[in-house]
């Protein structure tokens, strides 16, 4: 078989059943495979970038590795983002570029550029093909390297004229790469002095990240909880590892996080990071902290390098939880549970101030919230929104709440819901994104209606990049260049595309459009109005 048709039948070999992608020349050959093999399906998107997103949203929710594949030049550097998203947030994709022919490398010829040197910082591993027999084992090695230990995103860029190529197929069975050998159970003594620790603490505290989530240990993560009788809170990752009124989730720490959850890491006399980078925007001057702090992941690159550590515990989160909770430690912690609860309850009581002819987003993402089911994909973007819905979006047992918190990405929301859809088109889903990142995904609208998804989108209107106007307001002399001027007309758009539309402007309207949305059959577009000087604190 050609190089291309060894490509996807190796996909197919690592249970591919979808991918994402953007047709050029160069990776024409793979697309003419893929149309004549069955088993993959394949999402067209409208930009580049956005099939990494869709691929992330697809992987986080599916379990599985997210593929996306472009065509070289600017195909492949618009999928750059998506690529640093997906690195950052440590989503295990699988992305195939086209390349020019091999024999024209470095001749700077029409729609080159070396990718796999652009990605070189934020890529768990690239391969650049020179021989099609390569294929199958660097596929086989892509998706282990992945999916196993910290997730990533691994590229494969694969010239043109290697893909037509042809070869003697053979599929390898297992991987061997000598130096990567990810560590999955911790070390004993870890263990042992980690429950120890546990049962001299007094204000003890678990600090969960999204690397709770990627290593699919939620129950595991909350038993441990239950069993210790040590409460948690959670990183913007780590959103949904707890329900909103589980009594031991003391809500997200942080810049802009809940003040429980900040009063219990700040007084804890033992914080126990799992699965978080421990990053500025969640722990700042993470240097300073004198408390006891036991950091688990399974990078050992991460433990250390943005807070100081008494204990680092190298392991899969899963089952270094499984390590602990077999030697059963119990904190005496019953008081200090109490004085975060009562200060958690403080929080969950909170109602933010409502103004005339505006929406105030924090009232309608707990009004958004009790009303999803208990199962929906939340799938929120960067900004204002990501903040009021990050603090105030009731999540229940088993929403699953998706954002990018590394990179930050604007327009991550609708192609990672269209890929949570994918994977699983049963669940309710639901976006929440500003005015201004809307406008970066929403050529991606013709992408959901292409798919037939019915997924609803919030919308934060207030003509303005909200945070970045509300830092200016606060820090500088004044919000500059940050004004939406000549939005769209948001009906007339969303009529174009097949979409339905609302608009409300009082926080009183909020819950009976809100009914009307989710009842609706179809995509939905749903506006609430906003003073442009509302705050994340109002």
């Known amino acids: 078989m050609t190089g291309a048709q ?6 197919k070999n690592e249970n591919v059943t979808h991918m994402f992608g953007y047709a050029g020349a160069t990776i024409c050959p793979a697309y003419d495979a893929l149309k004549n093999t069955d088993g993959i399906g394949y999402t067209l998107v409208r930009v580049e970038q956005n ?8 992987a986080r929710v599916s379990g599985k590795v997210g593929v996306a594949m472009v065509t070289s030049g600017p195909g492949a550097t618009n999928l750059i983002t998506g690529i640093a998203t997906a690195y950052l947030d440590s989503i295990p994709l699988v992305c195939i570029t086209g390349q020019v022919p091999s024999n024209l490398l ?6 080159e550029v070396d990718i796999t040197g652009a990605v070189e910082p934020f890529i768990k591993h690239s391969y650049l093909l020179k021989d099609a027999r390569d294929i199958p084992r660097v596929v086989k090695e892509a998706f282990y390297i992945a999916s196993t230990g910290r997730p990533g995103p691994v590229l494969i860029d694969i010239p043109k004229d290697v893909q037509d190529a042809e070869i003697d197929y053979d599929y390898p069975e297992s991987v061997s790469i000598r130096g990567y050998r990810p560590q999955v159970q911790a070390d004993e003594e870890q263990i042992d002095m980690l429950c120890e620790a546990i049962t001299n603490a007094e204000r003890p505290l678990i600090l969960a990240g999204g690397g709770v989530m990627l290593a699919d240990a939620r129950k595991e993560l909350i038993a441990l909880s239950e069993a210790t009788g040590i409460p948690v809170a959670t990183t913007m990752m780590g959103l949904s590892i707890l329900p909103t ?3 031991m989730n ?5 810049v802009f996080g809940h003040k429980a959850a900040n009063m219990a890491m700040n007084m804890s006399d033992l914080l126990i990071l799992i699965g978080s980078r421990a990053a500025d925007r969640a722990i700042p001057n993470a240097g300073e902290r004198q408390a ?3 950091h688990i992941d399974v990078d050992p690159a991460e433990i250390g390098k943005n807070i100081p550590n008494s204990l680092s515990v190298i392991g899969d989160v899963k089952a270094v939880i499984a390590q602990v909770s077999a030697r059963a430690p119990k904190a005496d912690s019953r008081i200090w549970v109490e004085e975060l609860r009562a200060r958690r309850k403080q929080d969950l009581s909170w109602k933010g101030k409502e103004r005339e002819g505006s929406v105030n987003p924090g009232n309608a993402m707990k009004i958004l919230g009790d009303k999803l089911d208990s199962d929906a994909f939340a799938c929120i973007d960067v900004g204002q929104n990501q903040i009021w819905a990050s603090k105030y979006l009731t999540l229940k047992e088993n929403t699953r709440f998706l954002t990018t918190g590394g990179l930050g990405t604007m327009g991550y929301s609708l192609p990672a819901a269209i890929g949570a859809k994918v994977a699983d088109p049963s669940k309710q889903t639901v976006v929440v994104c500003g005015d201004g990142s809307f406008q970066m995904f929403m050529n991606e609208l013709s992408s959901l209606r292409s798919e037939g998804f019915d997924v609803k989108i919030v919308m934060v209107e207030n003509n303005v990049l909200g945070l970045v106007h509300q830092i200016q307001r606060n820090a500088y002399s004044g919000p500059f260049g940050v004004d939406l001027t000549c939005p769209p007309d948001w ?4 009529d174009a595309y097949g979409v339905a539309f609302d608009r409300v402007s009082n926080d009183a309207d909020v819950p009976a459009a809100i009914d009307k949305m989710l009842a609706a059959k179809g995509p939905y577009l749903l506006c609430l109005k906003t003073d442009e000087q509302m705050t994340t604190n109002d």
């Open 6 to 11: 060894a490509l996807i039948q190796s996909l």
């Open 51 to 58: 099939a990494g997103h869709m691929a992330s949203g697809y």
């Open 106 to 111: 470095g001749h700077d010829i029409f729609q």
């Open 245 to 247: 009124d589980h009594p």
């Open 250 to 254: 003391m809500g997200m720490v942080g």
């Open 292 to 294: 006891m702090t036991i």
């Open 491 to 494: 009906a007339k758009l969303a």
